[in-house]
């Protein structure tokens, strides 16, 4: 016996018995075990003393008990003994006293069903979770799913998550919460949820998938498995969904309390509804198939109202109401057929009785004739190989086949139902990757187990024998990476039994030979059967008593099977008759449902699978032919082939587990029972899963952990430096076996029990460290403790000895492994060397027979070749031998006529002899003699020329000849060309007829479109004219509210001096919830912009992925760019909106519509938010004031009341022109879209004449504003020098004046200009109010024709898209030709309008130009006039040297911007410049323009500032610094623009000198808004960067580092290993944080951020910080403990010193860490009486009771001195805080920003003082 247990079994260990009740019961050793003997004496619970036998064989004790530090912990793996008890009361203790009903167990997750809604599964827990590691939380189903999207994103592998378990545990919820977190996570990639449509599919999956059984009232009788798409950027897609064994069986009969599906009786409960009267429906138990049960009713569920959520689901799954009413068609029938009553005519044949009326109603509801369903439900044709009969068939045969015709039947519609479903779940998008979640039945035994039981059983085998592999799989590759001795582990395989079933000549083969033969029956199967594996499979066995039945050993338990039944189920026939009757219906979608070769048009679906029980994945691309053979394929193959796709299905993917547990069968709440909770968890493989672990070494620490852990056994000189060294020193001295424990690269691994022990050793330690303490008389502990040493010491000898015969048996055992290792290593490489060999034999012979054959191929190529040159040399000479003839014949002629010429010679010569002869010749030769000579001369000559003249052109015709040959060729390449060419031009020419074609229709079009832009223009000066329609109410209702204000502050001064305190308080609340509200929009209305730049990206790239090659550029950008320039607040919007044009043409009408509707209502929300805040502003500021002030605060709230209308105005004017940039994309995308491609360029031309008629009206509208504040300035300059020169002025002219004539003369003038003001005033102010009348007119109509688009566009939202989009552009056509008279009208009318107020302005402006020099005339003196001269001297030197102005070029603004904006560095230049200098920089080059009085030059100065820096927060938004520095300026440039705006209330703390600055000529109110609205979303930038900082910072500085050390130590944990407690290297401590804080801190004060801010955001930081680790703490049960409560409160003392060194204890920030200060008293305070439920309650009022109680139930001891907190207690608390007023919520919300305030801080620091350093590159501004 092993002396270590002898060890362990001593009085008062506590063991672990079996019981028949609750299965293994606790009990105490009341005496110490001896070695060898027979019984072990025990006192149980209840105070009652037991003798426990031993097995006198084995001899084996009773599990020891782990300790109570260890119990409930959340990863089973950690407990330090690993068995069935420790297993079972961890479940049970975590499940009824602490309500926790997740529980790691290694990998697998086990989720006990609590039978009640608990507050776990919301988004704020879903945020909790996400980014987490495994064990870094308590268990839960979003840790499992956080793991699997972590997995699948990091690793690039699909990852898959296997819910089972019993029918009721909840695998259908736990698959729904962990999609639900894919949905929350992830986001989704489309516009509809994905999500929310695979939850839609789940009231149809369980209405015909799903009904009451014995165990669960809603059960699945169909396993599932569902694949999650993801995109490349991990957002869902997509889903898809495969179906396994439907329970046909149970539509044609049901057990007793059971039912049928709950569609049937939700078919049955709505009969009386008008849609399904003709169904001919009636109770449920008038309905055989509904009826057997003889339970039809469900307590708590109404059928009817189940059945509206079906349909509902069904219609927004797309499947339509006429498929529905189909749908429901045929399950009617199907009730109506299994009412068909079949009598018996004589023994062998059977009848129905003719007309009857449920055969009738099946027949006219499915559209079949009913003789022939009469005929073939009573007869069947059996076909020989020459002839045909028809046989009857019994009234028993012939009833099975109507039930089997009922069951094909409803087969078929779950397979169409599930395909369609898919179809609604599936995308275009291309997946990347994906999450599949199976939900799939559990083990299985009941009374009577028939064939369905054996498939669900055999697929848990395949299932288990996949999670085993799996499991050892990981031990294995975590030994391996820590680098141990891997031994194997003994495991339980499950291949004999899976053989047993699916291996050759199996149970499965057996049957399915059965099936093929003629009289096969289930007793002959049984047989073979019996002959086949009773003697050779020890799985196999025959029950005593039957001749039909079978048991198989499963990996769970012993199950026998009936086989009555297994053949016809099997077989699954159906009559070919009935089905041909069937087919010929005249029912569409009954048809439909049989048409298996081709896909039906539907609404969605896929090819519906073959098979009754099981939806097999089956390929679009078979052939008939294959489909027909697998039709004849037997249910147990097609389940098995599905069920092997399953299986490679998980391999290929990281597979999860998720084991749910049925705790009781009678659906109690928070009710264990023992029993059904161990037969399930062995059922399901936890059980082997610790098997497997306790193998191996399944405790495992790291070494800092276990040094923390265990540092109380160490002595001093056992502690080195080195850790790990410690460690081994440490353990080589406390466990001398060692087998017991391994040394891993960063983990210790320890045998099952080894903690357990250490944990004894340490409890001993410290109770022996208080007996020294307290100096006590215990002297006899002492000697106790030192014979269990000395005990101690012996068994460790004795196990030394076992050690190393243990090491001779393993040496043993590895010599002969490593021989088997030779053998097949020398085996591998004798088989690599032949391979190598014979390939280099083929590829030497392929190189030969290659040079072979090239060989040969260039003989005959040389044959050939010589023949060539043979046949040339040939003719070469025979032209030789013909020219050689040819001379010869020459030669021979002339040597014929040279003899006949010397003959002739001679005969001459003897002539000449003759004297008469010589005489003739004699006379005149000498003439001739001269003359010949000189011929002879002049012909030498002659031919010497021309042998010159020859030699020469005999070179140039050479030359000639070789360019003549170059050109020839040149000439007939220049042939070709022009031939090509000539067809070229024919093409051309046919080209440009086309052409000319297109631009007539262009032409048309364009002329159409110019009608649609017309139309445009005037909706939109309509909607103008109603929004100046809205002011002028607005400012009705604004005056009566002001007189009204007036007269209540005259009548309640008293009363309101009395409530001023309260009402402030109200007001200050009201506006904080107010601003939160605002910014909050302004936050959701950035986060839309980000959405809609990112969808823009989208589409880009998948365009340019899907057309690449045809991307077309707008021709309208430039047009555009001067149109929106003074939207500052849109403009880089409207600007990506212009340049995406072309990739938003493909989006959906409906889509369009939808985001222009909601970004209306969001803008809509914020311009009623603003005016509500600033009526809140108001109203605080007139409460706080006295009466005297009052009179003033209202009118000043008057003028801003005013401000703010016309900024509402130009806010609607500017949604107006978002409206009309989005109306325009949409149309874009309709052109796109619709039908007649050639359209396009017609709408490229459109947006051509419309982006010019806004831009025409843009430049007008702009052109009245300059002239209207010209002539506004101008009088109020009038006005102003009248005011200021009125006394002197009067004084001179009343000296002037002579007599009172004059007097009265001028005050004549005066009356008359007065009467003419006058009369003017009247006549505006009647075309004012007909110009009210006509706008109410037109208001009215818009109205009307708003409503019309509004039903025509419902209209169109039902038609197909196609039809949609065609229906779009003919109604747009339709009305843009009607509109665009009015139109024409209404911009003339214009005009005109324009061009007389541009003849007034000139007659006013003439008019006053003349006053301003008749009165500058009328005070200039002589002596003025001479010292004239020198005031052009001093003037300008004084506006130099004062006016604090920077003047710069308009062509320079981009390069200011960029080198003060964009390229300014915080880091790098910023760091030595005078806080705020680029907003003193920019404010005045914004005084110059003013000064000049250059509206447009303002406007693109503010719209360039506030797009540059929108832009340089975008581009570095996750720097600090940057956006620290950004938002200290923006603000310092809101100061500016508010010190310097020439307003009372912001003036009263500037100097004379620097109310001088003050801006002149325009009012920026509408912009300070726009810039306050930029410093809200810098101010959130800056909080989310700040908050992406210090989040990893949290958790381990303010709950894991061990500030205080010793304090706490690390509890035991399991495979989930959590971060160390002990600050590593690179861990976060608190100190981490505090550094981070000051860096915060130094960083806003040195960018001269305002001490108000800087508070705001210090409090923001606490609070982050506050709910971070509060909401960690709830989460995380190894947390909540004393230990853990005293570091946190130091913790939170130190983050107060740090608040008291910098000043900001009264900044609010202290109050945000009050739920967290008493989160961690609660943790240290006595939690046993009353009294302290009372001091808890009336403590904790920060807190919430979810969380009080949370805390409570997670409370852990760190060690054995502290106690756990009762179940009683924890009931007081509640039932103490039931009165309580608050929110369930149980986490704080950490994405909660207080709202933001910008008090008003005016800058000391003079404008003209301020000096530009030559660092920013500014030389080119001028100093004025």
């Known amino acids: 016996m092993n002396r270590e247990l002898e060890y362990m079994f001593v009085q008062s260990a506590r063991v672990w018995i079996p019981d028949a009740e609750e299965v293994w019961k606790s009990a105490e050793l009341i005496k110490d075990y001896k070695n060898g003997d027979a019984s072990l004496q025990l006192m149980l619970e209840d105070g009652t003393n037991i003798e426990h036998k031993l097995d006198p064989k084995t001899k084996n004790l009773p599990y020891l008990r782990n300790p109570d530090i260890l119990v409930g912990e959340n990863d089973l793996t950690a407990l330090s003994y690993l068995h069935e008890p420790a297993v079972l009361h961890n479940l049970k203790v975590r499940f009824m006293d602490s309500k926790l009903i997740y529980t790691y167990c290694g990998i697998v997750l086990v989720a006990i069903n609590p039978y009640e809604t608990l507050p776990i599964y919301g988004t704020d827990i879903i945020n909790a979770y996400s980014g987490q590691n495994m064990g870094d939380m308590d268990p839960h189903i979003f840790a499992v799913a956080e793991e699997s999207y972590k997995q699948m994103a990091r690793d690039e592998r699909n990852q898959s998550i296997i819910v089972s378990g019993e029918s009721g545990a909840g695998k259908t919820v736990s698959a729904k919460y962990a999609m639900r977190y894919f949905a929350t996570v992830s986001g989704s990639a489309s516009e509809a949820n994905v999500e929310e449509k695979v939850l839609a599919s789940n009231p149809i999956m369980e209405a015909i998938g799903n009904a009451?059984?014995?165990?669960?009232?809603?059960?699945?009788?169909?396993?599932?498995?569902?694949?999650?798409?993801?995109?490349?950027?991990?957002?869902?897609?997509?889903?898809?969904?495969?179906?396994?064994?439907?329970?046909?069986?149970?539509?044609?009969?049901?057990?007793?309390?059971?039912?049928?599906?709950?569609?049937?009786?939700?078919?049955?409960?709505?009969?009386?509804?008008?849609?399904?009267?003709?169904?001919?429906?009636?109770?449920?138990?008038?309905?055989?198939?509904?009826?057997?049960?003889?339970?039809?009713?469900?307590?708590?569920?109404?059928?009817?109202?189940?059945?509206?959520?079906?349909?509902?689901?069904?219609?927004?799954?797309?499947?339509?109401?006429?498929?529905?009413?189909?749908?429901?068609?045929?399950?009617?029938?199907?009730?109506?057929?299994?009412?068909?009553?079949?009598?018996?005519?004589?023994?062998?044949?059977?009848?129905?009785?003719?007309?009857?009326?449920?055969?009738?109603?099946?027949?006219?509801?499915?559209?079949?004739?009913?003789?022939?369903?009469?005929?073939?439900?009573?007869?069947?044709?059996?076909?020989?190989?020459?002839?045909?009969?028809?046989?009857?068939?019994?009234?028993?045969?012939?009833?099975?086949?109507?039930?089997?015709?009922?069951?094909?039947?409803?087969?078929?519609?779950?397979?169409?139902?599930?395909?369609?479903?898919?179809?609604?779940?599936?995308?275009?998008?291309?997946?990347?990757?994906?999450?599949?979640?199976?939900?799939?039945?559990?083990?299985?035994?009941?009374?009577?187990?028939?064939?369905?039981?054996?498939?669900?059983?055999?697929?848990?085998?395949?299932?288990?024998?996949?999670?085993?592999?799996?499991?050892?799989?990981?031990?294995?590759?975590?030994?391996?990476?820590?680098?141990?001795?891997?031994?194997?582990?003994?495991?339980?395989?499950?291949?004999?039994?899976?053989?047993?079933?699916?291996?050759?000549?199996?149970?499965?083969?057996?049957?399915?030979?059965?099936?093929?033969?003629?009289?096969?029956?289930?007793?002959?199967?049984?047989?073979?059967?019996?002959?086949?594996?009773?003697?050779?499979?020890?799985?196999?066995?025959?029950?005593?008593?039957?001749?039909?039945?079978?048991?198989?050993?499963?990996?769970?338990?012993?199950?026998?099977?009936?086989?009555?039944?297994?053949?016809?189920?099997?077989?699954?026939?159906?009559?070919?008759?009935?089905?041909?009757?069937?087919?010929?219906?005249?029912?569409?979608?009954?048809?439909?449902?049989?048409?298996?070769?081709?896909?039906?048009?539907?609404?969605?679906?896929?090819?519906?699978?073959?098979?009754?029980?099981?939806?097999?994945?089956?390929?679009?691309?078979?052939?008939?032919?294959?489909?027909?053979?697998?039709?004849?394929?037997?249910?147990?193959?097609?389940?098995?082939?599905?069920?092997?796709?399953?299986?490679?299905?998980?391999?290929?993917?990281?597979?999860?587990?998720?084991?749910?547990?049925k705790p009781n069968d009678f659906k109690m709440a928070f009710s264990f029972d023992p029993k059904r909770a161990v037969q399930q968890l062995r059922a399901c493989g936890v059980l082997e899963t610790i098997r497997i672990s306790a193998a191996g070494f399944p405790s495992r620490w790291t070494y800092q952990e276990f040094f923390s852990r265990y540092r109380v056994l160490m002595k001093q000189k056992d502690v080195l430096t080195d850790k790990k060294l410690t460690c081994k020193n440490v353990l080589e001295r406390l466990v001398q076996d060692q087998d017991k424990y391994q040394f891993g690269k960063t983990k210790i691994f320890f045998r099952a029990g080894q903690v357990a022990y250490l944990e004894k050793l340490r409890a001993d330690k410290l109770r022996a460290a208080c007996i020294r303490i307290q100096k006590t008389i215990r002297c006899w502990l002492a000697r106790k403790k030192y014979l269990r040493k000395r005990s101690a010491a012996i068994t460790l000898q004795r196990f030394t000895r076992g050690y190393q015969a243990r090491c001779l048996v393993k040496f043993m055992r590895r010599t002969q492994a490593a021989t088997v290792i030779q053998k097949y290593q020398r085996m591998y490489v004798a088989r690599k060397l032949y391979r190598q060999k014979q390939a280099a034999a083929l590829a030497i012979q392929t190189i030969l027979r290659a040079y072979m054959a090239r060989l040969k191929y260039q003989a005959l190529l040389r044959e050939h070749k010589a023949v060539i040159i043979q046949k040339h040399i040939r003719g070469w000479l025979a032209r030789c031998w013909y020219k050689r003839c040819l001379e010869a014949i020459v030669y021979l002629q002339c040597c014929i006529r040279r003899m006949r010429a010397k003959q002739e010679l001679k005969k001459l010569k003897i002539e000449a002899r003759s004297v008469e002869h010589f005489k003739k010749l004699n006379k005149g030769m000498e003439n001739k003699i001269m003359q010949l000579q000189r011929k002879i001369d002049e012909q030498t000559k002659e031919n010497r020329l021309v042998n010159d003249k020859l030699v020469g052109l005999e070179s140039s015709y050479t030359v000639e000849s070789e360019r003549m040959r170059s050109e020839l060729s040149r000439l007939r390449g220049a042939e070709e060309d022009a031939k090509n060419k000539g067809n070229q031009v024919s093409s051309l020419l046919e080209e440009l007829e086309r052409l000319r074609k297109e631009l007539s229709a262009t032409q048309q079009e364009k002329k159409t479109i110019e009608d649609w832009?017309?139309?445009?223009?005037?909706?939109?000066?309509?909607?103008?004219?109603?929004?100046?329609?809205?002011?002028?109410?607005?400012?009705?209702?604004?005056?009566?509210?002001?007189?009204?204000?007036?007269?209540?502050?005259?009548?309640?001064?008293?009363?309101?001096?009395?409530?001023?305190?309260?009402?402030?308080?109200?007001?200050?609340?009201?506006?904080?919830?107010?601003?939160?509200?605002?910014?909050?929009?302004?936050?959701?209305?950035?986060?839309?912009?980000?959405?809609?730049?990112?969808?823009?990206?989208?589409?880009?790239?998948?365009?340019?992925?899907?057309?690449?090659?045809?991307?077309?550029?707008?021709?309208?950008?430039?047009?555009?760019?001067?149109?929106?320039?003074?939207?500052?607040?849109?403009?880089?919007?409207?600007?990506?909106?212009?340049?995406?044009?072309?990739?938003?043409?493909?989006?959906?009408?409906?889509?369009?519509?939808?985001?222009?509707?909601?970004?209306?209502?969001?803008?809509?929300?914020?311009?009623?938010?603003?005016?509500?805040?600033?009526?809140?502003?108001?109203?605080?500021?007139?409460?706080?004031?006295?009466?005297?002030?009052?009179?003033?605060?209202?009118?000043?709230a008057e003028l801003e009341y005013e401000s703010l209308k016309r900024q509402e105005l130009e806010s609607e004017n500017k949604k107006l022109r978002h409206d009309l940039a989005e109306m325009r994309q949409s149309l874009l995308g309709d052109a796109a879209t619709g039908a007649g491609a050639p359209g396009s360029p017609a709408y490229k031309v459109l947006l051509d004449q419309l982006n010019a008629s806004c831009e025409e009206l843009q430049v007008r509208k702009e052109e009245v504003l300059i002239l209207r504040s010209q002539l506004v300035s101008q009088k109020e300059a009038m006005h102003h020098k009248e005011t200021m020169t009125e006394p002197s002025v009067f004084a001179d002219d009343v000296n002037k004046l002579k007599d009172a004539d004059e007097i009265k003369q001028a005050y004549i003038g005066l009356k008359d200009t007065n009467r003419l003001l006058e009369h003017q005033l009247q006549t505006q102010r009647r075309t004012y109010d007909n110009e009210v009348e006509s706008m109410r007119g037109e208001l009215q109509n818009v109205k009307e024709e708003n409503n019309r688009q509004q039903q025509l566009l419902a209209q169109n939202l039902q038609l197909p898209p196609e039809a949609r989009i065609e229906a779009s552009l003919q109604h747009e056509i339709t009305r843009l030709t009607n509109e665009n008279l009015d139109l024409m009208e209404q911009l003339e009318k214009q005009d005109r309008t324009i061009r007389k107020l541009k003849k007034q302005l000139k007659v006013y402006s003439k008019r006053i130009g003349e006053m301003g020099a008749g009165q500058t005339e009328g005070q200039t003196s002589p002596g003025q006039i001479v010292d004239e001269p020198i005031h052009p001297v001093n003037i300008p030197r004084r506006e130099k040297d004062f006016q604090g102005m920077l003047e710069y070029k308009k062509e320079d603004e981009m390069k200011l911007v960029k080198n003060l904006i964009l390229e300014l560095k915080p880091r790098g230049v910023a760091v030595n410049l005078i806080p705020g200098l680029p907003a003193y920089i920019l404010f005045m080059c914004l005084r110059h323009a003013d000064y000049v009085n250059d509206d447009q030059k303002v406007r693109t100065l503010l719209t360039s500032t506030i797009n540059s820096i929108k832009k340089i927060l975008k581009k570095?938004?996750?720097?600090?610094?940057?956006?620290?520095?950004?938002?200290?300026?923006?603000?310092?440039?809101?100061?500016?623009?508010?010190?310097?705006?020439?307003?009372?209330?912001?003036?009263?703390?500037?100097?004379?000198?620097?109310?001088?600055?003050?801006?002149?000529?325009?009012?920026?109110?509408?912009?300070?808004?726009?810039?306050?609205?930029?410093?809200?979303?810098?101010?959130?930038?800056?909080?989310?960067?700040?908050?992406?900082?210090?989040?990893?910072?949290?958790?381990?500085?303010?709950?894991?580092?061990?500030?205080?050390?010793?304090?706490?130590?690390?509890?035991?944990?399991?495979?989930?290993?959590?971060?160390?407690?002990?600050?590593?290297?690179?861990?976060?401590?608190?100190?981490?944080?505090?550094?981070?804080?000051?860096?915060?801190?130094?960083?806003?004060?040195?960018?001269?951020?305002?001490?108000?801010?800087?508070?705001?955001?210090?409090?923001?930081?606490?609070?982050?910080?506050?709910?971070?680790?509060?909401?960690?703490?709830?989460?995380?049960?190894?947390?909540?403990?004393?230990?853990?409560?005293?570091?946190?409160?130091?913790?939170?003392?130190?983050?107060?010193?740090?608040?008291?060194?910098?000043?900001?204890?009264?900044?609010?920030?202290?109050?945000?860490?009050?739920?967290?200060?008493?989160?961690?008293?609660?943790?240290?305070?006595?939690?046993?009486?009353?009294?302290?439920?009372?001091?808890?309650?009336?403590?904790?009022?920060?807190?919430?009771?979810?969380?009080?109680?949370?805390?409570?139930?997670?409370?852990?001891?760190?060690?054995?001195?502290?106690?756990?907190?009762?179940?009683?207690?924890?009931?007081?608390?509640?039932?103490?805080?039931?009165?309580?007023?608050?929110?369930?919520?149980?986490?704080?919300?950490?994405?909660?920003?207080?709202?933001?305030?910008?008090?008003?801080?005016?800058?000391?620091?003079?404008?003209?003082?301020?000096?530009?350093?030559?660092?920013?590159?500014?030389?080119?501004?001028?100093?004025?």
């Not at 479903?421 to 009374?447: C, M, P, R, W």
């Not at 009577?448 to 669900?456: A, D, G, K, L």
């Not at 007001?1067 to 601003?1075: A, I, K, P, S, V």
């Not at 369009?1152 to 209502?1161: A, H, S, Y």
């Open 1013 to 1196: 832009a017309q139309t445009y223009r005037d909706e939109m000066e309509k909607m103008v004219s109603e929004l100046k329609d809205q002011n002028g109410s607005l400012k009705k209702e604004k005056d009566d509210l002001n007189r009204l204000i007036q007269e209540q502050s005259q009548q309640m001064t008293e009363k309101m001096a009395r409530s001023i305190a309260a009402e402030t308080q109200q007001l200050e609340t009201d506006l904080n919830e107010e601003r939160s509200r605002y910014q909050n929009l302004l936050t959701e209305h950035l986060r839309l912009e980000e959405k809609y730049d990112d969808l823009k990206e989208e589409m880009a790239l998948s365009s340019n992925v899907s057309k690449p090659g045809h991307r077309r550029t707008d021709s309208t950008h430039s047009s555009n760019e001067s149109e929106y320039t003074y939207n500052s607040e849109y403009a880089e919007l409207e600007e990506g909106s212009r340049t995406s044009e072309d990739v938003t043409r493909g989006m959906d009408t409906s889509l369009t519509l939808k985001l222009q509707k909601r970004v209306t209502e969001l803008e809509q929300e914020k311009q009623s938010l603003r005016n509500e805040l600033e009526n809140k502003e108001d109203q605080f500021q007139r409460a706080r004031a006295r009466d005297d002030a009052q009179f003033k605060k209202a009118r000043g």
């Open 212 to 661: 009451k059984t014995t165990r669960n009232d809603n059960s699945s009788r169909f396993g599932k498995y569902i694949e999650i798409g993801f995109d490349s950027r991990y957002r869902i897609i997509g889903a898809n969904m495969r179906t396994y064994l439907l329970e046909k069986s149970r539509v044609v009969f049901q057990a007793d309390e059971e039912r049928n599906y709950h569609v049937f009786y939700q078919l049955c409960a709505s009969a009386h509804l008008p849609e399904f009267k003709n169904l001919r429906l009636s109770s449920a138990n008038d309905f055989l198939y509904t009826r057997q049960g003889r339970s039809p009713v469900i307590d708590g569920v109404d059928d009817t109202k189940e059945l509206r959520s079906t349909r509902l689901a069904f219609t927004m799954l797309g499947i339509n109401e006429s498929y529905q009413m189909g749908l429901f068609q045929v399950l009617a029938a199907i009730l109506h057929l299994g009412n068909v009553e079949i009598k018996d005519k004589d023994s062998d044949s059977s009848i129905i009785p003719p007309n009857n009326r449920h055969l009738t109603a099946f027949c006219e509801l499915v559209g079949v004739s009913y003789p022939d369903m009469s005929q073939w439900l009573c007869h069947r044709k059996l076909k020989t190989a020459t002839e045909t009969y028809v046989k009857p068939l019994p009234r028993l045969q012939a009833t099975n086949a109507r039930d089997a015709l009922s069951k094909h039947i409803y087969a078929k519609l779950f397979n169409w139902i599930v395909e369609h479903v898919n179809k609604a779940l599936i995308t275009n998008v291309k997946q990347h990757s994906f999450i599949g979640v199976l939900d799939i039945y559990g083990f299985e035994t009941f009374e009577i187990n028939s064939f369905e039981q054996f498939c669900i059983n055999y697929a848990n085998e395949k299932l288990q024998q996949q999670f085993n592999m799996h499991v050892f799989k990981l031990e294995q590759e975590e030994y391996m990476k820590e680098q141990i001795p891997w031994t194997l582990i003994d495991f339980y395989d499950n291949q004999p039994c899976i053989n047993l079933i699916e291996a050759k000549m199996g149970i499965l083969d057996l049957l399915d030979e059965e099936c093929k033969m003629p009289r096969g029956s289930d007793e002959s199967w049984a047989q073979k059967l019996y002959n086949t594996h009773l003697k050779t499979c020890s799985l196999f066995e025959k029950p005593r008593m039957s001749n039909r039945a079978f048991i198989i050993q499963h990996f769970a338990d012993k199950v026998e099977y009936q086989c009555d039944g297994f053949l016809e189920k099997n077989k699954d026939t159906v009559n070919e008759e009935q089905i041909k009757v069937l087919k010929a219906s005249k029912f569409d979608l009954l048809v439909e449902l049989f048409h298996d070769e081709e896909k039906a048009i539907t609404p969605t679906g896929q090819v519906p699978g073959t098979g009754g029980r099981t939806r097999l994945s089956i390929k679009p691309d078979k052939s008939r032919g294959a489909s027909s053979k697998e039709h004849k394929k037997t249910v147990g193959c097609q389940f098995r082939n599905s069920l092997q796709m399953l299986m490679e299905t998980l391999n290929a993917t990281t597979p999860h587990y998720v084991r749910c547990i």
């Open 1516 to 1824: 570095r938004g996750d720097d600090f610094e940057t956006v620290s520095f950004w938002l200290s300026n923006t603000c310092r440039f809101l100061h500016c623009l508010k010190q310097y705006s020439g307003d009372e209330a912001f003036m009263k703390h500037n100097t004379s000198r620097q109310n001088e600055h003050s801006l002149n000529n325009f009012d920026l109110a509408e912009y300070r808004q726009v810039i306050s609205d930029l410093a809200i979303q810098i101010y959130q930038q800056l909080i989310k960067c700040m908050e992406n900082i210090l989040q990893p910072m949290i958790v381990s500085g303010m709950l894991e580092h061990e500030t205080i050390q010793g304090v706490s130590g690390v509890k035991p944990t399991g495979l989930r290993k959590r971060t160390s407690s002990i600050a590593d290297e690179g861990t976060y401590t608190l100190d981490s944080i505090l550094r981070q804080l000051s860096a915060f801190h130094s960083t806003m004060c040195q960018h001269g951020t305002d001490p108000e801010l800087i508070k705001q955001v210090v409090k923001q930081q606490f609070y982050i910080i506050g709910a971070v680790t509060l909401n960690n703490l709830l989460l995380r049960k190894d947390m909540c403990s004393w230990s853990k409560g005293m570091q946190i409160r130091y913790n939170v003392s130190q983050l107060e010193e740090w608040l008291r060194d910098k000043g900001l204890m009264n900044c609010g920030a202290k109050e945000t860490l009050e739920p967290l200060i008493q989160a961690a008293q609660l943790l240290q305070v006595k939690k046993k009486t009353d009294e302290d439920a009372e001091a808890i309650c009336s403590m904790c009022l920060a807190l919430t009771t979810a969380q009080i109680v949370k805390v409570l139930n997670l409370y852990t001891p760190v060690n054995e001195f502290e106690e756990r907190v009762s179940v009683a207690f924890i009931r007081t608390i509640q039932t103490r805080l039931r009165d309580r007023c608050e929110s369930p919520q149980l986490l704080m919300d950490t994405k909660m920003i207080y709202p933001v305030t910008f008090p008003f801080n005016p800058s000391t620091l003079a404008l003209e003082t301020i000096q530009i350093p030559s660092s920013l590159n500014l030389s080119f501004l001028t100093r004025v």
